[in-house]
């Protein structure tokens, strides 16, 4: 039976507008705000701390929480990017090129109020294409059979290493180490327990959270203690939010474009935020009106930037929730929410959780509304937070990840894993190895074995099916067509430079 | 030949742990810890994946090796001799505690006190050197808190961990007052969000 869209809508509503569904996007929000102003701690790390905290609710209130941080450090860090030249996020770098200048030039306010009206309007029209692509994108991914999983899965793990910094070779490496990494544990189909040394706590395989927790949060620590950050304050004051005619004009075709690209990179597996925020700065370095004034403070380079940034951050969701597939680190965290809360991510989730899927795009619209007007009123608030002293908050940091950590499975072994990966964590960034992919592959891997052992048992141990079915040879040849063009030097130099801003 | 100092590494260590795996796996010509079948392509056993993604690492890992020796230069920064030295002896003293613990006391090697102790000891002595100290002072402090949380509840823990943690901040050691009013903080925000709150199962005060 087709329930129409506007049918779906009302349930998305009526789920999000519960007052726990709403206290959760608020909480989420205002959490995700917190961190983007907060230099040193990002989402990647935040969601990884409060994934236990999300288990004891149902998996849609989680997931709402999970997803307002997301978004939410998107607005964050456009705040101290701006006001202060200091971005909170890898997103808001860019920001700080035209936004800080802007501030300095006394337009803080319309720096500001820019970001923040672009994004909620690119955070709008972007939910809106989530929720378009759901059933959309369901019935192509109906017509799916293993192959064509492993090889939409393997295509994923391909672009996310190919997207990622640094070396496309150690991403593809570090792919692979996490694909192994989820390999420990019981095999599903025999019942043989697989590198676990007879330790109990690894027959359920290696803690997400843990890994997550201990490469991404608590090895954080340990390198921002490393480096001291000088912080200048800035003494200007935020005088009037309101934007003049003139830069409303200049605006809004950037916020446009903007739009558009941020949520087309957004989809991108190894997409996201930050790519999108830099592909938008260089599309209007080229493209606006205003160009010439880049350097000195152009409204465009803000608007751009911000509206492309929000935009992903909505849009990354779509592989997440219409095939099961993390186009980012932070989706890969959201993939193990659900399963850690019983929910099977796939194309099979639309229809099997319509009060999740629905219920999450509602409130991503309302989590963006509450955004701009929260934002606004409470920059002070949110400037004197990033006052508190690195000193103080790490500490902080480490106990609710020692808890966190514990409390997923009531045993320390998850917390002395935590640890291990911290030094782990620590030696990757040293030796420029990429987490992001490890991450992705450590989720998707098993996924993928399953996959595989499935598709072979049905071609009868042939591996051609790989290439003979049409769906799963388009996307191994388009993972191979973007293996072979990172190698080659132009488009390395062009992404290189694209990400050094 | 400019060496990538950091790829090479990053090289060796794929080759180590996909040799690592491989050998548990037996897919080295049946050498192996855990011997997994691997069966045929067609019903794969539970060794098989397992050997597919390891040779995977191993040859990613070789290549990234190879063209690290000419890729150049980044080189690694120079360990002092007594960062070597500290991180030697922070292993050789982890697995002396981590083994010998159970022996000397009955209660200990229960659960993972051993393991703990040991990391405990080993993280201890990374701390006498200044390049390791961030990092043996914080994993310390998670192993404290692992170590103090069954019997000396939530609370103790908590409080051994922010002050081991705090030691790794030069600031906080010139000024202790800092660490017991975050303390005290953290002890009273702890307990709302996750005794009164979310009501984790966990001992929260000491038990002896």
């Known amino acids: 039976m087709e329930t129409s869209f506007i049918e779906n809508l009302a349930l998305g509503f009526s789920v999000a507008l519960s007052f726990q569904n709403l206290l959760f996007a608020l909480l989420g929000a205002l959490i995700g705000t917190a961190i983007g102003v907060l230099p040193g701690i990002g989402p990647v790390a935040t969601i990884s701390l409060l994934l236990p905290i999300t288990f004891g609710q149902p998996a849609t209130t989680a997931i709402i929480m999970l997803a307002g941080i997301y978004y939410g450090a998107q607005y964050g860090g456009s705040t101290t990017a701006i006001l202060l030249n200091l971005p909170g996020e890898i997103s808001s770098v860019v920001t700080t090129l035209e936004g800080y200048k802007m501030a300095r030039n006394g337009r803080a306010g319309a720096a500001l109020a820019t970001s923040a009206i672009g994004s909620f309007f690119a955070g709008s029209v972007a939910t809106i294409l989530v929720a378009a692509s759901g059933p959309l994108l369901t019935q192509v991914a109906l017509s799916f059979g293993p192959a064509d999983y492993f090889s939409l899965m393997l295509l994923g793990l391909i672009i996310s290493a190919v997207l990622a910094q640094g070396s496309v070779l150690k991403s593809v490496a570090m792919v692979i180490l996490g694909v192994a990494l989820g390999l420990v544990g019981t095999d599903v189909q025999t019942g043989q327990q697989r590198f676990t040394f007879g330790i109990p706590e690894l027959s359920d395989g290696i803690s997400f959270v843990a890994l997550a927790m201990g490469v991404f949060g608590i090895a954080e620590i340990i390198l921002n203690l490393e480096r001291p950050e000088a912080r200048e304050v800035l003494k200007t004051k935020v005088e009037g939010l309101l934007l003049t005619k003139e830069e409303w004009k200049r605006a809004t075709p950037s916020v446009l474009r903007g739009t558009v690209l941020g949520s087309a990179l957004g989809i991108l597996p190894g997409g996201g935020a930050s790519l999108a925020a830099f592909g938008a700065y260089m599309m209007e370095r080229k493209v606006s009106k205003g160009r010439h004034m880049f350097g000195q403070g152009a409204i465009e380079g803000v608007a751009g930037p911000e509206a492309a940034n929000n935009a992903a951050a909505q849009t990354s969701f779509i592989p997440l929730l219409t095939l099961g597939i993390p186009a980012n680190a932070v989706m890969a965290l959201m993939v193990g929410a659900l399963i850690i809360q019983g929910i099977q991510p796939g194309p099979r989730m639309v229809e099997a959780q319509p009060d999740l899927f629905w219920g999450l795009i509602a409130s991503m619209w309302i989590g963006n509304l509450m955004l701009l007007v929260i934002n606004l009123p409470l920059i002070g608030m949110w400037v004197k937070l990033l006052q508190v002293p690195y000193k103080f908050l790490y500490p902080a940091i480490l106990v609710f990840c020692c808890i966190g ?97 | 030949m400019k060496i990538n100092e950091k790829d090479v590494a990053s090289g060796l260590f794929f080759i180590l742990v996909a040799a690592a795996g491989l050998y548990i796996n037996g897919g080295f010509l049946g050498i192996g810890l855990e011997q997994h079948s691997l069966g045929t392509p067609r019903r794969m056993g539970p060794g098989y994946m397992p050997m597919l993604v390891l040779w995977g690492l191993m040859i990613l ?148």
């Open chain 1, 405 to 501: 950590a514990y409390s997923v499975n009531n045993n320390v072994f998850d917390v002395y894993s935590t640890a291990i990966f911290a030094v782990f964590g620590y030696m990757f960034n040293k030796l420029k190895m990429e987490p992001a992919p490890l991450l992705i592959g450590f989720v998707l891997g098993p996924m993928m074995e399953e996959h595989l052992r499935r598709a072979m048992l049905l071609s009868r141990g042939d591996p051609m099916v790989f290439l003979q079915r049409p769906i799963s040879a388009t996307m191994l040849a388009i993972g191979a067509i973007a293996l072979i063009a990172m190698m080659l030097p132009n488009l390395r130099k062009g992404k290189e430079q694209a990400m050094a801003g």
């Open chain 2, 61 to 208: 890992g070789a290549l990234t090796l190879i063209i690290g020796l000419f890729e150049g230069p980044d080189p690694l920064k120079r360990w002092t001799g007594l960062e070597s030295g500290v991180f030697g002896s922070a292993i050789v003293v982890g697995l002396a505690v981590g083994l010998l613990a159970p022996m000397l006391s009955p209660a200990l090697s229960s659960g993972y006190a051993a393991l703990g102790l040991g990391m405990l000891a080993g993280f201890a002595t990374l701390c006498f050197s200044v390049g390791w100290r961030l990092m043996g002072f914080i994993c310390a402090a998670m192993c404290a808190f692992c170590l103090l949380l069954d019997t000396g509840g939530l609370m103790l823990a908590l409080v051994a961990t922010i002050f081991i943690s705090a030691a790794a901040e030069p600031e906080h050691r010139a000024r202790p007052v800092g660490v017991l009013g975050l303390t005290i903080f953290l002890l009273a925000l702890c307990w709302w969000v996750f005794i009164d709150r979310l009501d984790i199962r966990v001992n929260v005060w000491p038990q002896f």
